[in-house]
């Protein structure tokens, strides 16, 4: 988690003063409202990664990704933004869609999470989808993202810093507006 935190810090720090960030953390749900609203108070962005915990209190956590891509289009989509140039949403995630459930279909958790990506995409956002370690489902993920090269596979934290950084020389040329989606919790292989 320390190197997650790291490299989504790195990230911030890539922006331009004119950029705005949010942050949005999810696991069984999506914070509400946003950790950070988007805003160019990168400081206050930095304090709400550095926050990000795992939940040890036994409850087990689930992958709601839906949940967190409307979260986050719902923040950018905010008439206070209609000004913004340019509306992006980053999404990392270390599993596959389980949250939110529907009876009798399995495949809900994933179904919910890539009309929340149409949604958000037929609107005007562009989605960056980093895929951390390898319980992802590549080719749903693929199809979340706004564009299949921009989905980006991470077989570990450390590699993250490199995507964010790839990412931030895409978007940053036109002063755009980022939520970024951080999972609160990563697998224990990954400590």
């Known amino acids: 988690l320390t190197a997650v935190k790291e490299a989504a810090i ?36 930095k304090q709400a990664v550095e926050k990000i915990s795992i939940i040890r209190d036994g409850t087990t956590q689930y992958t709601n990704i839906g949940d967190a891509i409307d ?10 933004f209609a000004d913004l140039s340019e509306r992006v949403i980053v999404l990392l995630t270390d599993g596959i869609a389980t949250k939110p459930e529907k009876a009798g279909d399995t495949n809900f958790p994933l179904v919910y999470a890539e009309q929340k990506a149409v949604t958000a995409k037929e609107s005007g956002a562009l989605l960056y989808v980093i895929g951390l370690g390898d319980e992802v489902n590549a080719e749903s993920l693929k199809k ?36 970024e989606i951080i999972p609160r919790a990563i697998p224990s292989n990954f400590f």
């Open 10 to 45: 790195s990230f911030i720090d890539s922006l331009d003063g004119v950029d705005k960030v949010g942050i949005v953390s999810f696991a069984t749900d999506a914070t509400t409202p946003p950790d950070v609203s988007l805003s160019n108070a990168y400081a206050m962005a």
């Open 71 to 80: 979260r986050a289009f719902q923040n950018l989509s905010s008439p206070e």
């Open 144 to 179: 979340i993202a706004s564009a299949p090269e921009q989905y980006f596979p991470a077989s570990s934290a450390v590699e993250l810093e490199n995507i964010y950084k790839e990412i931030a020389v895409k978007i940053c040329k036109n002063q755009p507006a980022v939520i």
